[in-house]
């Protein structure tokens, strides 16, 4: 085996290595210092929580993987749409992006007492909320995209002949998939955490309102059993973007090695 091959399967490995090793390190704080669980739990107390609350546990995480998709596939939908408007317009850009600066600004919390007075508790408050938190990446990388189109490119492209629709489509929409998949890989991250905040505030169900549930009765082992469950599907999320990432934005990475 080369050297440039022990590296490569070494940077494979890495987040691994990381997990076991953190994992381990937190097992032997918690046992040298006997912490107690109902204040920070050990893997092995989180472990045994989701043996015994397995069920319960796929239960809310299923409800709020859906809410959260949900509230996701609008925000791209929207997204997408204004982000081509403003990243095509300068007079849209100047006119709607301060707008959108100062309400990405407003917490998201702050909304869901208002979602929950015009639609009532439960699942509707945390697909909107899911949305409200993810969309602006999404607007954000997409107007940058379109915008930073090099000038010298389009008047290439306009002395051929090609209109301004023509230039969008067939150039700049193609050169901004990169930082198209770079929002969604933020804003799926983004949407956990929307949900998971309207789940603990406005709901009877989902993962956020299970560890509020756990956390009153200080069973800390389940509460960190469902921030495990939200970590491990925002991963899974996270990594079927990258994986269609690299399938359809080869070309923008194109001869670069991530062993170096």
């Known amino acids: 085996?080369?050297?440039l091959q022990r590296k490569r399967m070494?940077?494979?490995a890495s987040p691994w290595i990381l997990l076991v090793s953190l994992t381990l390190l937190w097992e032997f704080v918690c046992f040298a210092f006997s912490i107690p669980t109902y204040l920070f739990p050990a893997p092995t107390d989180i472990w045994t929580?989701?043996?015994e609350y397995q069920g319960q546990i796929m239960k809310h995480a299923t409800h709020t993987l859906f809410t959260t998709v949900t509230g996701f596939a609008i925000a791209v939908i929207f997204g997408v749409v204004l982000g081509v408007l403003v990243g095509s317009?300068?007079?849209i850009y100047k006119a709607v992006y301060p707008l959108m600066v100062g309400f990405n600004s407003i917490p998201k919390v702050a909304f869901v007492p208002v979602l929950?007075?015009?639609?009532?508790?439960?699942?509707?408050?945390a697909i909107l909320t899911a949305f409200l938190i993810s969309f602006f990446p999404v607007v954000?990388?997409?107007a940058t995209g379109l915008a930073t189109l090099e000038p010298e490119l389009q008047d290439v492209l306009r002395s051929l002949g090609a209109s301004k629709l023509d230039i969008l489509k067939k150039v700049a929409l193609p050169r901004s998939m990169?930082?198209?998949?770079a929002s969604l890989k933020v804003a799926i991250t983004l949407a956990f955490v929307g949900s998971v905040i309207s789940e603990t505030v406005a709901s009877n169900v989902g993962i956020g309102y299970l560890m509020i549930s756990a956390s009153s009765t200080m069973d800390m082992g389940l509460v960190f059993a469902g921030l495990v469950v939200i970590a491990i599907m925002g991963v899974v999320m996270y990594e079927m973007f990258a994986f269609v990432e690299?399938?359809?934005t080869g070309w923008a990475t194109r001869g670069s090695d991530p062993a170096f």
């Open 116 to 125: 929950v007075v015009w639609f009532g508790i439960g699942t509707v408050p």
């Open 1 to 3: 085996m080369t050297l």
């Open 49 to 51: 929580s989701w043996q």
């Open 246 to 248: 690299r399938r359809m």
């Open 10 to 12: 070494l940077i494979k």
């Open 178 to 181: 990169p930082y198209f998949f």
């Open 89 to 91: 317009s300068p007079l």
């Open 140 to 142: 954000v990388n997409m």
